[in-house]
């Protein structure tokens, strides 16, 4: 899912509870004290070597792929994918703040945990694994916590949203690995001088 999208859903929520705390929605049930946490996995294929594939889930080399992805580092700086690493996502409106807690090339597990303040705690794992000598395979899984009932729909509608994240990050590595060979045929095919 990209982060323009998560933005518009969150302004959005913030519209709404903002008309039904100040009085301008309709009457509510009383509010429950439970807070949604949803779980969601998806998995796909890369045709690419595991070297090439697994560093590309460092929140620093995502931007090779994912060109709305535009992560404002904290630690280190300058910016490089390290376990413990801190950077921010934001909208302007909005900000997340999100902490690496594993990035394990060799092994191919990388983690983050990500708070959207007052609104919802969410844990991204991500597993790839040798399928071959040019085949990756990639697990993902989402798990997304309110912070306090009222993000509860919130939440519902990004994990509804993280069901079809698998097919956008799949095209996105993708096409990342299609530019990459287009351009490094090109440079080969140029006469040298």
């Known amino acids: ?45 890369v045709d690419a070597p595991f070297e090439q594939v697994v560093p590309l889930f460092g929140a620093n080399e995502e931007r090779k792929w994912s060109p709305n992805w535009k992560p404002q580092f904290v630690y280190p700086s300058p910016a490089q994918d390290q376990r413990g690493e801190v950077f921010k996502v934001s909208d302007g409106q909005h900000s997340s703040v999100w902490i690496n807690t594993a990035l394990d090339l060799t092994a191919g597990h990388i983690q ?11 844990l991204i794992d991500i597993h790839v694994t040798r399928q071959g000598p040019q085949k990756t395979g990639v697990a993902v899984v989402y798990e997304r916590t309110a912070l306090f009932p009222k993000s509860n729909e919130y939440v519902q509608h990004l994990a509804k949203g993280d069901e079809g994240a ?15 060979a287009a351009a490094l045929r090109k440079r080969s095919a140029a006469p040298r001088l």
């Open 112 to 122: 983050y945990a990500q708070v959207l303040q007052d609104v919802m705690a969410t």
């Open 166 to 180: 698998g097919k956008e990050w799949e095209e996105a590595i993708h096409g990342y690995f299609t530019k990459r």
């Open 1 to 45: 899912m990209n982060i323009e999208f998560r933005m518009l859903c969150l302004n959005e929520f913030s519209r709404s509870a903002n008309r039904k705390v100040f009085g301008q929605g309709h009457a509510q049930e009383p509010a429950s004290t439970a807070t949604a946490h949803t779980r969601t996995e998806f998995s796909f294929t």
